[in-house]
Protein backbone atom coordinates (compact mmCIF):
# COMPACT_ATOMS: atom_id res chain seq x y z
CA UNK A 1 0.00 0.00 0.00
CA UNK A 2 1.31 3.42 -1.07
CA UNK A 3 2.30 5.78 2.14
CA UNK A 4 0.36 8.96 2.72
CA UNK A 5 2.04 12.00 2.87
CA UNK A 6 1.82 12.46 6.62
CA UNK A 7 3.10 8.76 6.72
CA UNK A 8 5.89 9.66 4.53
CA UNK A 9 6.40 12.54 6.92
CA UNK A 10 6.16 11.09 10.35
CA UNK A 11 8.96 8.61 7.98
CA UNK A 12 11.29 11.10 7.09
CA UNK A 13 11.04 12.82 11.16
CA UNK A 14 12.07 9.44 12.27
CA UNK A 15 14.98 8.79 10.13
CA UNK A 16 16.48 12.60 10.73
CA UNK A 17 16.15 12.04 14.19
CA UNK A 18 16.72 15.65 15.26
CA UNK A 19 14.73 18.52 14.65
CA UNK A 20 16.11 22.18 14.53
CA UNK A 21 13.84 24.10 15.84
CA UNK A 22 14.28 28.19 14.26
CA UNK A 23 13.43 30.92 16.25
CA UNK A 24 14.49 34.35 15.59
CA UNK A 25 13.74 38.12 16.46
CA UNK A 26 14.01 38.80 12.79
CA UNK A 27 13.37 37.52 9.06
CA UNK A 28 16.73 37.98 7.98
CA UNK A 29 18.44 36.66 11.49
CA UNK A 30 16.00 33.33 10.68
CA UNK A 31 17.25 32.98 7.26
CA UNK A 32 20.92 32.73 8.48
CA UNK A 33 20.28 30.59 10.87
CA UNK A 34 18.51 28.22 8.53
CA UNK A 35 21.21 28.08 6.30
CA UNK A 36 24.01 27.56 9.08
CA UNK A 37 21.97 24.32 9.76
CA UNK A 38 21.74 23.36 6.76
CA UNK A 39 25.50 23.77 6.21
CA UNK A 40 25.79 21.71 8.95
CA UNK A 41 23.86 18.77 7.63
CA UNK A 42 20.39 19.67 9.05
CA UNK A 43 17.54 17.81 7.35
CA UNK A 44 14.28 18.34 9.50
CA UNK A 45 13.46 22.10 10.51
CA UNK A 46 10.96 23.53 12.49
CA UNK A 47 10.02 27.17 11.50
CA UNK A 48 8.67 28.90 14.37
CA UNK A 49 5.42 31.50 14.30
CA UNK A 50 6.93 33.63 17.03
CA UNK A 51 10.04 34.05 14.04
CA UNK A 52 8.68 37.46 11.58
CA UNK A 53 7.85 36.17 7.83
CA UNK A 54 7.23 32.75 9.20
CA UNK A 55 5.25 31.77 6.47
CA UNK A 56 7.64 33.51 3.64
CA UNK A 57 10.46 31.25 4.91
CA UNK A 58 8.41 28.32 5.12
CA UNK A 59 7.64 28.80 1.54
CA UNK A 60 11.00 29.33 0.68
CA UNK A 61 12.71 26.72 2.20
CA UNK A 62 10.07 24.24 1.86
CA UNK A 63 11.31 24.21 -2.08
CA UNK A 64 14.91 23.22 -1.09
CA UNK A 65 15.24 19.39 -2.45
CA UNK A 66 16.09 17.10 0.65
CA UNK A 67 15.33 19.60 3.59
CA UNK A 68 11.72 18.43 5.36
CA UNK A 69 10.40 21.92 6.17
CA UNK A 70 7.60 22.02 9.13
CA UNK A 71 5.87 24.54 11.09
CA UNK A 72 6.43 25.53 14.80
CA UNK A 73 4.92 27.71 17.88
CA UNK A 74 1.68 27.60 16.06
CA UNK A 75 -1.47 28.08 18.35
CA UNK A 76 -4.27 28.76 16.12
CA UNK A 77 -6.28 27.27 13.35
CA UNK A 78 -5.29 30.49 10.99
CA UNK A 79 -1.79 29.89 11.30
CA UNK A 80 -2.00 26.70 10.86
CA UNK A 81 -3.72 27.34 7.41
CA UNK A 82 -1.01 29.43 6.26
CA UNK A 83 1.87 27.30 7.32
CA UNK A 84 0.66 23.92 5.22
CA UNK A 85 -0.45 26.87 2.30
CA UNK A 86 2.87 27.49 2.56
CA UNK A 87 4.10 24.09 2.46
CA UNK A 88 5.06 23.37 5.73
CA UNK A 89 5.20 19.33 5.86
CA UNK A 90 4.03 19.15 9.51
CA UNK A 91 3.07 21.83 12.16
CA UNK A 92 3.90 21.56 15.86
CA UNK A 93 2.27 23.20 18.78
CA UNK A 94 3.48 23.74 22.13
CA UNK A 95 0.08 22.73 23.37
CA UNK A 96 -3.10 21.25 22.87
CA UNK A 97 -5.82 22.80 21.91
CA UNK A 98 -8.92 20.89 20.35
CA UNK A 99 -10.02 23.53 18.20
CA UNK A 100 -6.47 23.80 16.95
CA UNK A 101 -6.64 20.00 16.54
CA UNK A 102 -9.67 20.03 14.74
CA UNK A 103 -9.07 22.66 12.31
CA UNK A 104 -5.44 20.81 11.38
CA UNK A 105 -7.34 18.07 10.48
CA UNK A 106 -8.29 19.39 7.48
CA UNK A 107 -4.90 20.23 6.29
CA UNK A 108 -2.99 18.39 4.31
CA UNK A 109 0.16 18.33 6.92
CA UNK A 110 1.31 16.28 9.91
CA UNK A 111 -0.13 18.00 12.47
CA UNK A 112 1.85 17.55 16.42
CA UNK A 113 0.18 18.52 19.36
CA UNK A 114 2.43 20.03 22.30
CA UNK A 115 1.83 18.27 25.60
CA UNK A 116 3.31 17.64 29.30
CA UNK A 117 0.93 15.91 31.92
CA UNK A 118 -0.94 12.42 31.36
CA UNK A 119 -4.34 14.37 31.08
CA UNK A 120 -3.19 16.42 28.16
CA UNK A 121 -2.11 13.23 26.77
CA UNK A 122 -5.58 11.89 26.89
CA UNK A 123 -7.24 14.56 25.75
CA UNK A 124 -5.16 14.24 22.30
CA UNK A 125 -5.55 10.55 22.26
CA UNK A 126 -8.93 10.70 22.43
CA UNK A 127 -8.82 13.15 19.49
CA UNK A 128 -6.87 10.64 17.21
CA UNK A 129 -3.40 11.67 17.72
CA UNK A 130 -0.31 9.07 18.62
CA UNK A 131 2.65 11.45 17.65
CA UNK A 132 3.24 14.15 20.23
CA UNK A 133 5.55 16.73 21.03
CA UNK A 134 6.83 16.72 24.77
CA UNK A 135 6.88 20.54 25.82
CA UNK A 136 9.40 21.07 27.73
CA UNK A 137 11.13 17.80 27.35
CA UNK A 138 14.76 18.90 28.51
CA UNK A 139 13.45 20.10 31.82
CA UNK A 140 11.07 16.94 32.68
CA UNK A 141 13.91 15.14 31.71
CA UNK A 142 14.22 11.16 29.93
CA UNK A 143 13.32 9.21 32.92
CA UNK A 144 9.71 11.65 32.79
CA UNK A 145 8.76 10.31 29.20
CA UNK A 146 9.93 6.66 30.33
CA UNK A 147 7.81 6.82 33.13
CA UNK A 148 4.91 7.99 30.14
CA UNK A 149 5.41 4.90 28.46
CA UNK A 150 3.62 2.95 31.47
CA UNK A 151 0.49 3.62 30.56
CA UNK A 152 0.51 5.48 27.21
CA UNK A 153 2.59 2.24 25.36
CA UNK A 154 1.77 3.38 22.01
CA UNK A 155 2.31 6.82 22.26
CA UNK A 156 5.33 8.68 20.67
CA UNK A 157 7.38 11.50 21.65
CA UNK A 158 9.37 14.29 20.56
CA UNK A 159 10.57 15.30 23.59
CA UNK A 160 11.79 19.45 23.36
CA UNK A 161 12.81 22.71 25.00
CA UNK A 162 16.14 22.46 26.62
CA UNK A 163 17.81 19.55 25.07
CA UNK A 164 21.51 19.47 23.86
CA UNK A 165 22.53 17.92 20.59
CA UNK A 166 24.43 15.78 22.35
CA UNK A 167 21.71 14.41 24.34
CA UNK A 168 19.75 13.55 21.20
CA UNK A 169 20.76 10.11 20.78
CA UNK A 170 20.09 9.48 24.81
CA UNK A 171 16.43 10.47 23.69
CA UNK A 172 16.34 8.03 20.64
CA UNK A 173 17.46 5.32 22.89
CA UNK A 174 14.68 5.91 25.38
CA UNK A 175 12.17 5.70 22.74
CA UNK A 176 11.74 9.25 21.14
CA UNK A 177 10.44 9.11 17.96
CA UNK A 178 12.69 12.40 17.00
CA UNK A 179 14.09 15.10 19.12
CA UNK A 180 13.72 18.80 18.67
CA UNK A 181 16.88 20.88 19.57
CA UNK A 182 16.77 24.75 19.23
CA UNK A 183 19.34 27.43 20.61
CA UNK A 184 21.73 25.18 21.72
CA UNK A 185 23.01 23.95 18.05
CA UNK A 186 24.61 26.64 17.47
CA UNK A 187 26.82 25.50 20.05
CA UNK A 188 28.11 22.45 18.17
CA UNK A 189 30.17 22.28 15.27
CA UNK A 190 29.48 20.47 12.00
CA UNK A 191 31.63 17.73 12.88
CA UNK A 192 30.34 17.52 16.30
CA UNK A 193 26.50 17.16 14.68
CA UNK A 194 28.15 14.43 12.38
CA UNK A 195 29.39 12.61 15.15
CA UNK A 196 25.86 12.40 16.52
CA UNK A 197 24.34 11.26 13.42
CA UNK A 198 27.09 8.80 12.39
CA UNK A 199 26.52 6.98 15.98
CA UNK A 200 22.85 6.00 15.06
CA UNK A 201 23.90 3.94 11.82
C1 LIG B 1 11.46 26.40 21.45
O1 LIG B 1 10.40 26.57 22.01
O2 LIG B 1 12.13 27.30 20.98
C2 LIG B 1 11.88 24.97 21.25
O3 LIG B 1 11.22 24.15 22.14
C3 LIG B 1 13.36 24.79 21.36
O4 LIG B 1 13.78 25.03 22.63
P1 LIG B 1 15.34 25.11 22.94
O5 LIG B 1 15.86 26.38 22.32
O6 LIG B 1 15.39 25.14 24.44
O7 LIG B 1 15.99 23.88 22.35
Redesign the pocket.
Known sequence: MEMSMIEKTQEQLANAGLIA?V?AKGMEAADDAIHRLIDKGITAIEI?YTTPGASELIAKFAKMDGLLVGAG?VTEGLQAREAADAGAKFIVS?GFSGELADEAASLDAFFIPGVITPSEIMEAVSKGFRILKL??G?TSGISYMKNLAGPFPDIRFIP????HPGDVEKWLDAGALAV?????LDKVSAEDLQRIFQRRI
Do not use: K, M
Not at 160 to 163: L, V
Not at 180 to 184: E, I
Open positions: VRTTPFPGTGGIGVGSQ
